[in-house]
């Protein structure tokens, strides 16, 4: 319970993409174009200055987010939240919803 809620309040160095805290990513952040490491997306989403998924959708998105969770176990309602915020992200704020 303790983790979890914990892992609300990390705000900062959220992934912009996906909104995991990077300081989960075991690369430490994707990857631009020269090779220096991103400070807004995760290895996951970003690497060598792109989208690895440029055609990922914004719902697309928030399910991967749901299952990730799910296979890590989080309560529903951290799925709930996680899922929520996808839209506040940088990638996706300017996205029709
Ligand atoms: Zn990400």
């Given at each position: 319970m303790k983790k979890w809620l914990r892992q609300l309040e990390i705000?900062?160095?959220?992934?912009?993409?996906?909104?995991?805290?990077?300081?989960?990513?075991p690369q430490g952040g994707g990857t631009e174009s020269d090779g220096s490491h991103s400070r807004d997306y995760c290895s996951y989403c970003y690497a060598d200055g792109t989208?690895?998924?440029?055609?990922?959708?914004l719902e697309a998105m928030q399910q991967r987010v749901r299952q990730l969770l799910r296979k890590r176990q989080a309560p529903w309602y951290i799925r709930a939240y996680m899922a929520h915020r996808v839209p506040m992200l940088k990638r996706w704020r300017s996205c029709k919803r």
């Open positions: 705000e900062k160095n959220r992934c912009q993409s996906c909104g995991m805290p990077l300081q989960f990513d989208f690895k998924d440029p055609q990922l959708t």
